[in-house]
Every structure is written in structure tokens, then in C-alpha cells.
């Protein structure tokens, strides 16, 4: 069955940077793109970043723009965010996404906390 596991999350400063991981199993990973997506604690989910399936093309929420890199690695089925600058609004919980139609996973979440 399909599984997204994702990994990197933590405790960082403002201004200091993370990199989040995705594997994925259960499907071939190349073929499809990918999405990251977080939520703040008593906000809605909100859609972070977005990768075609070959990595040639990537999209982002205005509100990471320049600061935040979505990529991906199909000889290891990993997608990663990178994020820079980060500012304490950008604590949530990241989450990984395999969605197309009339199907959505998602992965477990990792926490990551923006505070000095």
C-alpha cells in the first residue's frame, strides 16, 4: 500500500534553516508529482509547495517564496523541503501528499517549531 514518511522536522531558530524528507512507497514514486503542506495549530491545512514528477517544474505559496525549495530524488523516492529564513509564523505541522483523482494520501507529519 502507498506510505509517505516524512522526516526532518524540529525545534530551529528564527532565521535558521531545515530540511524536510518524504519516502515514498507502494507506488512508482517517479510518476507522480508530489506536494507539502502544512498546518498551524488552529488553522486550516494550507498547501506549501509543488513538484512534477520528473522535478522540472516546481510552485510555491506566495508566503515561502524565495525562502522555502521543493525537490526531489526518484533513485531514492524521496521528496525534500528545503526551508530557509524561517520565521516563527512557519511553525506547523509538514505534511507530505500524493493526491490526483479520486485519491489523496498523506503522511504521518513531522512538527517544525520556529522559536528563539
Known amino acids: 500500500q502507498v506510505q509517505l514518511v516524512e522526516s526532518g522536522g524540529g525545534l530551529v531558530q528564527p532565521g535558521g534553516s531545515l530540511r524536510l524528507s518524504c519516502v515514498g512507497s507502494?507506488?512508482?514514486?517517479?510518476?507522480?508529482?508530489m506536494r507539502w503542506y502544512r498546518q498551524a495549530p488552529g488553522k486550516e491545512r494550507e498547501l506549501v509547495a509543488y513538484?512534477?514528477?520528473?522535478?522540472?517544474?516546481?510552485d510555491y505559496a506566495d508566503f515561502v517564496k524565495g525562502r522555502f525549495t521543493i525537490s526531489r530524488d526518484n533513485a531514492k523516492n524521496t521528496v525534500y523541503l528545503q526551508m530557509n529564513s524561517l520565521k516563527p509564523e512557519d511553525t506547523a505541522v509538514y505534511y507530505c501528499?500524493?493526491?490526483?483523482?479520486?485519491?489523496?494520501?498523506w503522511g504521518q507529519g513531522t512538527q517544525v517549531t520556529v522559536s528563539s
Open positions: 501528499n500524493l493526491s490526483g483523482w479520486r485519491y489523496e494520501y
Open positions: 507502494g507506488f512508482t514514486f517517479s510518476s507522480y508529482a
Open positions: 513538484i512534477t514528477s520528473t522535478g522540472d517544474s516546481t
